[in-house]
């Protein structure tokens, strides 16, 4: 476990490095990368409470590799129940591998971690940060879709956890270009339940593109409510993902940043059935952390079944491969 001087001390010094270096495939394949983990078994520096708002502390692992192209990660899914995870990363890779757990279902380690870098329109990898910063990230059956900001798109892809070799095939943009901030685009891609509200549609989030109340645009991609609605944006906490639990609530992973009281975050609840076209949603917060805990820049929230039939809500933090902070894998227990 960290001493909390030191995670103090990583935050306030990642101000200076808040620009991601764009890190480049060594070639066009796949790449595999040994993965240090070191356990964390309290959420609270210094305590052994488990019990934080709504959530259950499970387990988590302070993340590294020697391999140049490992870090920046900006979203996370699990493809079962607790093993075999995909992600992205804001430096145009795919990231897989396995959760390894203990005999209590604990995360104890990650196997079979591979890289390849995201293909462009004709195959090749993509090039260059503008291009390459992909943020937000959801998995429904075999297609894969991706949101980038900077240039703003989003894109489906065939599941392909081999190769990683399929194509892009963009998506009409939800919300005007011109509404979204160069750096703070979309970046929050979720699939709603089949059987709530919302009938398996994709939602998207904005970082921090904010209309004229100053609240962050949002939008129903497909369905019966299709359309743009807007997330209250409160105490200067930005949106960095989201997914949805099975009842059809969306949960929001927020994140605040400043050299005075270094990096925060919070999870709120969004009730399924408050978004609607036009809609300017809120929720209560069902976790709240600082630098009194072991976070850092948390980008990626993934909600999802475990074997015992309990819903886990998993975080995951992006270094900006910066010597400076750490890439953290963090799981919870939904408490009710």
Request: aromatic residues 8%; without cysteine.
């Amino acid at each position: 476990m960290r001493r909390p001087a030191l995670a103090f001390r990583r935050a306030s010094l990642s101000a200076a490095i808040l620009i991601p270096l764009t890190a480049q495939a060594q070639d066009e394949g796949v790449s595999p990368a040994v993965i240090k983990a070191y356990p964390i078994s309290n959420f609270r520096i210094g305590s052994s409470e488990t019990r934080f708002g709504a959530l259950e502390f499970v387990g988590g692992l302070d993340l590294s590799s020697t391999n140049r192209d490992f870090g920046g990660l900006s979203a996370f899914r699990y493809l079962d129940k607790g093993g075999s995870f995909l992600g992205i990363t804001d430096t145009g890779f795919w990231y897989a591998g396995t959760m390894e757990r203990d005999e209590k279902g604990r995360p104890v380690g990650v196997g079979k971690f591979r890289l390849a870098p995201i293909p462009s329109e004709d195959g090749a990898p993509l090039e260059g940060k503008w291009n390459s910063d992909a943020e937000g990230m959801s998995v429904s059956g075999s297609t894969v879709t991706v949101s980038f900001e900077r240039v703003h798109r989003i894109a489906e892809f065939d599941l392909d956890l081999e190769n990683f070799a399929s194509k892009p095939r963009f998506l009409p943009l939800p919300i005007p270009e011109n509404e979204l901030r160069s750096n703070r685009g979309i970046e929050t891609i979720a699939y709603a339940p089949e059987r709530g509200p919302l009938q398996g549609a994709r939602v998207a989030v904005t970082e921090k593109s904010i209309n004229k109340a100053g609240d962050m645009f949002a939008a129903v991609l497909e369905g019966p409510r299709k359309g743009i609605f807007y997330v209250k944006r409160i105490d200067g906490f930005d949106i960095s993902d989201g997914d949805f639990l099975p009842n059809g609530d969306l949960l929001l992973l927020e994140r605040r940043f400043s050299i005075a009281s270094g990096v925060a975050l919070r999870i709120r609840r969004i009730a399924a059935d408050a978004i609607v076209p036009g809609a300017t949603v809120d929720g209560p917060v069902i976790l709240d952390a600082d630098m009194r805990y072991q976070i850092d820049n948390m980008e990626a929230l993934d909600v999802w079944k475990a074997e015992d039939g309990s819903t886990r809500v998993s975080l995951v933090s992006d270094d900006n491969h910066s010597i400076v902070q750490r890439n953290l894998y963090l799981e919870f227990r939904l408490a009710e």
